[in-house]
DNA sequence: CCCTAAAAATGACCGCGGTCATTTTATATA
DNA sequence: TATATAAAATGACCGCGGTCATTTTTAGGG
């Protein structure tokens, strides 16, 4: 006979989390290692593996947060900004720094960014839909209600609009990841670049 | 004083590639071990990595292998093709093939293909290079010449065109190696409308 | 030809991520 | 409350990539 969950279970998955946050902070996740997870936790090594497929699974959800936490700043954010292509390279370039400061977590981005939602924590793939429709819905903004420094394109849907847009922040990431982008103003020059070619409609 | 390298050297370290290259073939990289490779190489572990950085800077010799390929295919390759368009996705999806099919391949693409030439071995840079120097003078070629099934924009230079398709197919793979495209047709049809959007000049 | 120093090869060893047979704990039932 | 059993936790263990003090081989000067 099938027995429910005993609230153990979120506890110890609970604290196993928050050590996993705590050790992670500021250091890059190949530095901290299951076992000290694990010790942090006051758990076994073993118990990790219980709650969570793998390292990846564990610290997806630390990347989730992240994730999350630009997704909440875009959102609550009203600062006036110079133009729609400003605002938007500002929110591609904090999803870059983010993805480019920690080769684990570009790793864990790329692999799940792509996966169905079956194989991948609850919270990384709802982030990254939340991620997605906040672009999606930005982009439906400026092409209905316009905005400068340009019209956007009409010959592409916003969803077909939005995936080059991610293509691009996303290769900037990996760009810069490794040193092929040297500096953070390169990175910023080439994304309004390709997001210029990509986004603008036939000129006036 | 310093002596010149040995010319065991070059023995050993053939003898270590040709391993590697009959080992992964057509097996996943991560399911060969460097142990794996010493043993058919009959050389000691240690040795490997005495010629070789770590177990990517080997196997990146063995994808530099399988990327020139592409390359000289594409050079040699003169079958009459629909169009301009059609070769490009053509040539992509070769490379979207190779770098879909193994997740380490992907990851050590992505891994150097970004990188400072310094940090990676030559033999890789120098297919990426002849890759990316074949996607330069096809895109030339398509500009000054014409080709169908429409004249490419001319507001960017060919350097950007081609860092924009290089954008769309390194995505269009890691979607691949996830599960988020599922089938083949998917991404080149997800390609075939990227490419036109990025490339096709204004309308006649 | 021998001797010596540098170059090359070696394999025991380490820490890591991950597994699994076993033990401990909680819960439903009598 | 006592008992049976499913759920949870455990930690010894494994194979892996990678290291390094040691040994073996090679080249060049006397």
Not at 168 to 176: G, L
Request: net charge neutral; with cysteine.
């Amino acid at each position: 006979m099938n027995r429910k969950t005993q609230k153990r279970t979120h506890e110890t998955k609970a604290r196993i989390l928050e050590a996993a946050r705590q050790l992670t902070e500021g250091k890059p996740f190949d530095t901290v290692s299951m076992d000290a997870i694990a010790r942090q936790s006051g758990v076994a090594k073993g118990s990790l593996f219980a709650h969570f497929t793998d390292k990846s699974g564990l610290l997806s959800h630390v990347v989730a947060e992240r994730l999350q936490a630009i997704v909440d700043h875009w959102e609550t954010d009203g600062t006036a900004r110079g133009s729609k292509l400003e605002e938007l390279l500002d929110r591609s370039m904090a999803l870059v720094d983010l993805l480019s400061a920690d080769r684990a977590v570009l790793q864990i981005y790329l692999d799940y960014s792509g996966a169905t939602s079956s194989n991948v924590s609850e919270p990384f793939s709802a982030s990254l839909e939340a991620l997605e429709n906040r672009l999606f819905s930005f982009l439906s903004h400026w092409r209905e209600k316009g905005g400068a420094p340009f019209a956007l394109r009409t010959d592409l849907d916003v969803a077909a609009l939005a995936s080059g847009v991610s293509a691009f922040v996303t290769t900037a990431a990996i760009y810069r990841a490794c040193d092929r982008i040297v500096s953070r103003a390169d990175c910023v020059a080439l994304l309004q670049c390709q997001f210029r070619a990509w986004l603008q409609g036939p000129a006036a």
